[in-house]
């Protein structure tokens, strides 16, 4: 019996951690898109979030982790609805043209986290998935109207490299494209390439 109480503040400290690192996350999430990761101190972060810095520091050591576990959220969340739409979209050229966008969005949202990471970023096993959704797709349309076939694994580097942030903050701060002409360019290189 007097084990029940230390059960139940061990469940409630659990439940306080958990809170307290979804809402640090949040916060940093706010407080980075409207500032840049550069402009906000972790002293900021937590004390937006309405917690000690020991709380802070106890969930992530430094912003890298912090920044880190931010892109990681966010590269799960497109997973799980990828792997959700890939169940109920037959097609996949339309789910390539999808898929395209979604990860163009991912990039446009995480910009600043990605910037970070240098060329290591483009094989990271996260990014990785990335490209090996494109191949499983291009291998899964019928290019036999063609007349001659198109090296799959060129062309799934090519729209691979376009999803790179380096590429994307190329186009939005050098030519003044906005992230839905990037998009539209995914759908229109897509379908030449597809018809």
């Known amino acids: 019996m007097n084990d029940l109480p230390m059960l139940n503040q061990s469940r409630a400290n659990r439940s306080d951690a958990a ?3 979804e809402l640090l996350l949040q916060t940093a999430r706010r407080l ?3 500032q840049g990761v550069d402009a906000v101190p972790m002293s900021a ?3 937006a979030a309405g917690v ?3 709380t802070l520091y106890r969930h992530f050591p430094n912003k890298a982790v912090l920044c880190e576990t931010l892109i990681h959220e ?3 969340d497109l997973q799980e609805r990828t792997f959700v739409k890939l169940r109920q979209q037959p097609d996949p050229a339309v789910m390539l043209h999808w898929f395209l966008r979604e990860v163009s969005v991912f ?3 995480n910009a600043a986290f990605l910037r970070t990471g ?3 970023i483009m094989i990271h096993p996260a990014h990785g998935w990335w490209r090996q959704t494109i191949r499983a797709l291009l291998g899964r349309i019928d290019f036999s109207h063609k007349p001659t076939p198109p090296d799959l694994d060129v062309l799934t ?5 376009m999803l790179d942030v380096r590429v994307q903050a190329f186009q939005e701060s050098v030519r003044g494209w906005d992230l839905a002409r990037i998009q539209d360019g995914f759908d229109s290189l897509l379908d030449t390439l597809i018809h």
């Open 19 to 21: 809170r307290n690192r």
């Open 32 to 34: 980075f898109d409207e």
């Open 45 to 47: 972060v937590a004390e």
């Open 52 to 54: 000690g810095k020991g």
């Open 74 to 76: 966010a590269q799960r």
């Open 107 to 109: 990039v446009y949202a």
């Open 118 to 120: 240098g060329m290591e």
């Open 157 to 161: 580097d090519v729209l691979y490299l």
